[in-house]
C-alpha cells in the first residue's frame, strides 16, 4: 500500500491553520496514523485510528478520514510545531510510511 | 518511564555485519510486538521488519529479506536487528519501535546510526 502527502513541504506562519492530506493507493479503512519528527529526534505519535489523538498531544492537532483519503490539521501553527510530518497505513505489512510534509516558519 | 534505547550502530564496510540492540524499560516487554524502522540521512522514514511478542510471527522490507534477522529476548527485555551483507543504501539510522497492533508505532528509541562505506 503506498501513501502519498500532500503537500510535501508549506511554509507558514505562527496562528496558521495547516492542513496536510495523506491518500493511500487502496482503503485501508481508519488504520491510519500521524507523526511529527523534528531535525535529529525519533518520530513522535500524534494520531492513531485516523482521528485519536495520542495522550499528550495538544487538541489543536486534528485528524479526519477514512477509507483512501486522510487529513491531519492543525488549527493554529505555534512555534513548536514546525517539523516534519508523516502519515503511516497500519492496516497490513508492510506497514508504510507517506514521504513527509515539512512545515517551515514563513 | 517507558523507554527504548537502542546501540549497537557504527562504521562497516559493504559486504560486512552488524547487530543492532534494543533495550526495553517500563512496561512488559513481553507483552508486545516490535518492528525496526529506518531513516537515510535526509530521507523519510522506512519500516524494515516486524516480530511478535512470541517471535511466532516475523515480517521483512523486501529490501532487507534474506540479509537482515529480528529476534527478540523477553527474559532479557531486548531486540535485536542481525544485519549481514551490508549495502551502501543500508545506511540510515535505525530506531526500535513498540507495536500497537492496527494503532500506531506508540513508543520509539532515540535511534541509532549505522554507516556502510569504505
Known amino acids: 500500500i503506498q501513501l502519498t502527502q500532500s503537500p510535501s513541504s508549506l511554509s507558514a506562519s505562527v496562528g496558521d491553520r495547516v492542513t496536510i492530506t495523506c491518500r493511500a493507493s487502496q482503503g485501508i479503512s481508519s488504520y491510519l496514523a500521524w507523526y511529527q519528527q523534528k531535525p535529529g529526534k525519533a518520530p513522535k505519535l500524534l494520531i492513531y485510528a485516523a482521528s485519536t489523538l495520542q495522550s499528550g498531544v495538544p487538541s489543536r492537532f486534528s485528524g479526519s478520514g477514512s477509507g483512501t483519503d486522510f487529513t491531519l490539521t492543525i488549527s493554529s501553527l505555534q512555534p513548536e510545531d514546525f517539523a516534519t510530518y508523516y502519515c503511516?497505513?497500519?492496516?497490513?505489512?508492510?506497514?508504510?510510511f507517506g514521504q513527509g510534509t515539512k512545515v517551515e516558519i514563513k | 518511564e517507558v523507554q527504548l534505547v537502542e546501540s549497537g550502530g557504527g562504521l562497516v564496510q559493504p559486504g560486512g555485519s552488524l547487530r543492532l540492540s534494543c533495550a526495553a524499560s517500563g512496561f512488559t516487554f513481553s507483552s508486545y510486538s516490535m518492528n525496526w524502522v529506518r531513516q537515510a540521512p535526509g530521507k523519510g522514514l522506512e519500516w524494515v521488519s516486524y516480530?511478535?511478542?512470541?517471535?511466532?510471527?516475523?515480517y521483512y522490507a523486501d529490501s532487507v529479506k534474506g540479509r537482515f534477522t529480528i529476534s527478540r529476548d523477553n527474559a532479557k527485555n531486548s531486540l535485536y536487528l542481525q544485519m549481514n551483507s551490508l549495502r551502501d543504501e543500508d545506511t540510515a539510522v535505525y530506531y526500535c519501535?513498540?507495536?500497537?497492533?492496527?494503532?500506531?508505532?506508540?513508543?520509539w528509541g532515540q535511534g541509532t546510526m549505522v554507516t556502510v562505506s569504505s
Open positions: 516480530i511478535s511478542s512470541s517471535s511466532s510471527t516475523i
Open positions: 503511516q497505513q497500519l492496516n497490513s505489512y508492510p506497514k508504510t
Open positions: 519501535a513498540r507495536d500497537l497492533r492496527r494503532a500506531a508505532f506508540d513508543i
